[in-house]
């Protein structure tokens, strides 16, 4: 089987990697496409390097239009020489929707797979209805979104969310990643997890900086951990140097994308609470049931435009399986160190308030999946019975 298949983030590249391995294992697959680390380990030779595409923002997007418009091409280009059996974008709309309507123009029998349901429950509804036009088939990491797909028009599987298979890190592990770095595991530790883009970085990062200054004020020994992703690790280090509390980076090189992911998981589970950019993250971390603070800023226009069209009142995940919210948010002008300090370090103190969001984590993996079949193969198993329909 051919299968074109395309990645835009280091998410959905994630997803890609359990995808393309749960393909192979029910058969010969030849890929071709756009992916980073995971799914090139499982046999893509990226057309060109996914990084050109993790762009988040309308103003961050407006000054790399002309080069997404050459590698929209340049990919289009690229699936119709290929031929290929099926087409799987995998999130990232705004490119792979793009090429997949492109592509299937010129192809209007080419089967469309899309992994990741927009979160049309969330913002902007007539997404379905607008991707219906392209997609045959979708991918569901939520087990509430099949309806509002099948609804537009296109089927629909729930296949789980790969956070839930996650492995869980023994205790033999959290002793070594804590002795490996020089933390102590009987002091408070503060995960800060600014984002793995450069412009998250650099917009969140000196937010985070003085949001620990009341933990580190109140409470006392508390210990700063940051996991760097690879492309923004020298950034990371800059913002770091002249911070008052020592910070211990979790640096990634010399492992592979699957060590370096694990390895975060050990640092996850190793906290007391975490700092994080609202994000796929914070399903991470409640797979590791580490209590959180989630932020989020964005420029001007992002945020007008994403606050019109809203229609639920938060943004995280945990808050919306287990319609409850427990997790704190501080999203767009609440986005303040001011606002967010005396919370983490309220939650750093409060033991009732960590144990009501490690119910909530819980609660929240296991309706992901948790306990089932691997997610990467469900979506296999998906495509292909798709497929045969």
């Not at 030779?45 to 407006?62: H, N, Q, T």
């Not at 219906?132 to 537009?152: C, G, I, N, R, S």
Request: charged share 25%; glycine share 6%.
């Amino acid at each position: 089987m051919k299968v074109f298949i395309l990645a835009g983030e280091p998410s959905g590249d994630k997803l890609g990697g359990a995808l393309m391995a749960g393909l192979s294992s029910l058969g010969t697959v030849e890929y071709q496409g756009v992916g980073g680390a995971n799914m090139q380990a499982q046999g893509l030779a990226s057309l060109f390097d996914m990084s050109d595409l993790s762009v988040m923002g309308l103003l961050e997007v407006l000054p790399k239009v002309p080069k997404l418009l050459r590698r929209v091409k340049q990919t289009v280009a690229a699936a119709k020489a290929f031929a290929p059996d099926v087409l799987i974008t995998i999130d990232s709309p705004d490119f792979c929707l793009r090429v997949a309507s492109k592509v299937k123009e010129a192809n209007p029998n080419l089967k469309v797979v899309h992994y990741v349901a927009p979160s049309v429950w969330a913002w902007r509804p007539e997404r379905a209805e607008k991707m219906a036009k392209t997609v045959d088939h979708v991918l569901a990491l939520l087990p509430f979104e099949p309806p509002y797909m099948e609804k537009a028009g296109m089927s629909c599987d729930f296949v789980g969310h790969p956070v839930a298979a996650e492995p869980e890190p023994s205790e033999a592990e959290l002793d070594a990643l804590a002795e490996e770095l020089g933390l102590r595991r009987d002091r408070p530790i503060i995960c800060l997890l600014p984002g793995s883009r450069k412009g998250e970085v650099a917009r969140m990062g000196p937010i985070y900086r003085w949001s620990i200054g009341p933990s580190a004020r109140d409470v006392a020994g508390v210990q700063i951990l940051m996991p760097a992703a690879g492309a923004v690790l020298e950034q990371v280090k800059d913002l770091v140097e002249d911070w008052a509390l020592r910070t211990y980076i979790l640096d990634p090189t010399g492992f592979s994308a699957e060590e370096a992911e694990h390895r975060k998981r050990i640092a996850f589970r190793l906290s007391t609470v975490a700092l994080a950019t609202s994000g796929t993250v914070a399903l991470e971390l409640a797979a590791a049931e580490c209590p959180m603070v989630v932020a989020y800023k964005a420029n001007y226009l992002t945020t007008r435009m994403v606050k019109k069209m809203a229609l639920i009142d938060t943004a995280n995940l945990i808050n919306i399986v287990t319609d409850t919210r427990v997790i704190p948010e501080f999203l767009f002008e609440n986005c303040t160190a001011e606002q967010i300090g005396p919370v983490l370090a309220n939650l750093l103190s409060d033991d009732a308030a960590r144990a009501a969001q490690r119910d909530a984590c819980v609660q929240t993996i296991d309706a992901l999946g948790r306990g089932g079949e691997d997610p990467g193969l469900r979506a296999a198993k998906s495509v292909m019975a798709f497929l045969v329909r």
